[in-house]
């Protein structure tokens, strides 16, 4: 079921208003019951049978955290059931994201050494939707527990809930139990303004996936599926639409996900910090995907030291956290290099000593326009993501560099015409129109519609609605970029 769907617009205010109904008349446990049936449906209605995978997975690390809790009441380490709930998560991952990938990577290094192997045993698999991030969420239980962070529920129903709640389920944010199970241990009270806040940002949620990210991608599907035939004008054209769409694709899920749970008086964390306002690399990593990013941090990056260690070991640590980033994405040697792409552009910017610098600022700080300075490090942090998107998006690193040697060997100015007649000059429009609005709303990612006029307020509900009626084609509900993560 899609957020953009007509199911789901009968879904979600079916769901709501049975939900209410049971916090008034009902107990935690009912209304911890009905989300997590709702979740079930949710997700059980993109393939039922995926839904015995979630269940082992809460099953298995809601014994596995009381197993380590009990262990650390005993003085004891509780390592070796830490360690059952990681290799559990990741074996689940490796057989249905990584299989076919390792095995292919074995049947070509062999191949190197003069012994090719004609069967290579590869698996026509399903990846079920959501599993990079539920087996993400759970392991991070399980891991908060043995460091002493939390302590475990022995409410499986609740635990249960905080694995399948389905507004983030199938893309994130990927939470953590001290904040999402925290909150599903206690009754909810229906808010008014946490309601409208919510209505907000899955209003503004929608415009980014089904205007934006929906309303450019069949030009960028077709410059990529046909890179070989246009103009180093048109490639740079394509991925820089790319990379519009992909942002207004994820974090347009990611304000539905937020927003739908404010519904449901349950708070999730922020996903996106506007990051195509990023002046630097540093800073885009901590505006973009920013629930894995931290995840990285706190469960991989200062484990191995973090940047208390030496200079050397801490270039170490930030390569293995963008190539681990990268293979998280997907089992393509394509999003490896990504990631690896990402770590030789923001190793410069740490051994400067400019990676925390803008942490706790926006562009234009304390200005209406940003500095001829910001104006260039945003266009050069921009470019910069832009170019490594291409690795993202190719199906092939061979496909890759022969887009990236396209765009760079003989640069040819042509202009582009889409087969089924869209007008660039309509999009670009739309795109000024959606840089500008975001930078009048970047500094505060929760409230896109935050103005003092109840006129100007007016008129961005109207314009947001009617683009996203004008896009609106019911034969052509797009799913999610990241659902194949």
């Known amino acids: 079921m899609l957020f953009n769907s007509v199911e789901y617009l009968l879904f979600l205010p079916t769901i709501f208003v049975l939900y209410w109904v049971v916090a008034k008349f009902g107990n935690l446990k009912i209304q911890n019951a009905l989300i997590l049936a709702a979740s079930y449906i949710f997700y059980g209605l993109w393939d039922w049978r995926f839904l015995f995978l979630i269940l082992a997975s809460t099953l298995v690390d809601y014994m596995m955290g009381l197993a380590i809790y009990k262990k650390k009441q005993e003085q004891k380490s509780g390592r070796f059931f830490l360690w059952c709930s990681i290799l559990f998560n990741i074996s689940l991952l490796g057989f249905f994201k990584y299989y076919n990938f390792f095995v292919d990577a074995f049947v070509d290094m062999v191949g190197l050494f003069g012994y090719p192997i004609k069967s290579t045993w590869t698996l026509s698999i399903i990846l079920p939707v959501g599993i990079s991030f539920y087996t993400f969420q759970t392991m991070s239980y399980s891991l908060d527990i043995y460091y002493k962070r939390i302590n475990p529920t022995k409410s499986f129903l609740n635990f249960a809930t905080f694995v399948a709640f389905f507004p983030q389920l199938v893309a994130g ?144 640590n930030i390569c293995i956290i963008f190539l681990v980033s990268g293979f998280w994405h997907g089992a393509n040697w394509t999003f490896i290099f990504w990631g690896g792409f990402h770590a030789l552009a923001y190793i410069p910017v740490f051994l400067m000593g400019r990676n925390t610098i803008y942490k706790n600022s926006v562009v234009a700080q304390n200005s209406l326009l940003p500095s001829f300075k910001e104006v260039g490090q945003l266009f050069a942090t921009f470019a910069i993501v832009t170019f490594s998107r291409i690795f993202f998006r190719s199906e092939s690193l061979t496909d890759a560099f022969v887009f990236i040697k396209r765009l760079f060997a003989q640069f040819t100015w042509e202009p582009y015409h889409h087969p089924m007649g869209y007008r660039l000059v309509d999009y670009f429009v739309l795109l000024a129109f959606f840089v500008v609005y975001e930078f009048l709303i970047r500094r505060d990612e929760r409230s896109p519609f935050k103005f003092k006029s109840r006129v100007v307020r007016f008129c961005a509900y109207t314009l947001v609605i009617f683009c996203i009626l004008l896009f609106y084609d019911d034969g052509m509900d797009r799913s999610f970029i990241y659902f194949q993560f």
């Open 173 to 316: 944010p990927i939470e953590r139990a001290s904040n999402l199970l925290g909150q599903m241990t206690k009754k909810r009270t229906f808010k008014y303004n946490q309601t409208v806040e919510g209505l907000k940002l899955i209003l503004w949620g929608l415009f980014k996936k089904m205007v934006i990210a929906d309303g450019i991608a069949p030009m960028v599907d077709d410059i990529f599926a046909n890179y070989g035939t246009f103009s180093a004008s048109t490639l740079a054209l394509g991925v820089t639409l790319f990379s519009f769409q992909v942002y207004g694709d994820f974090s347009g899920y990611s304000d539905i996900a937020i927003g739908t749970a404010k519904l449901f008086g349950i708070e999730l964390m922020s996903n996106f910090k506007f990051p195509n306002f990023s002046r630097n690399v540093a800073e885009y990593w901590q505006r973009w995907h920013v629930s894995l990013s931290t995840w990285f941090r706190h469960y991989l990056y200062i484990p191995l030291g973090g940047s208390r260690v030496s200079k050397l070991k801490s270039v170490r």
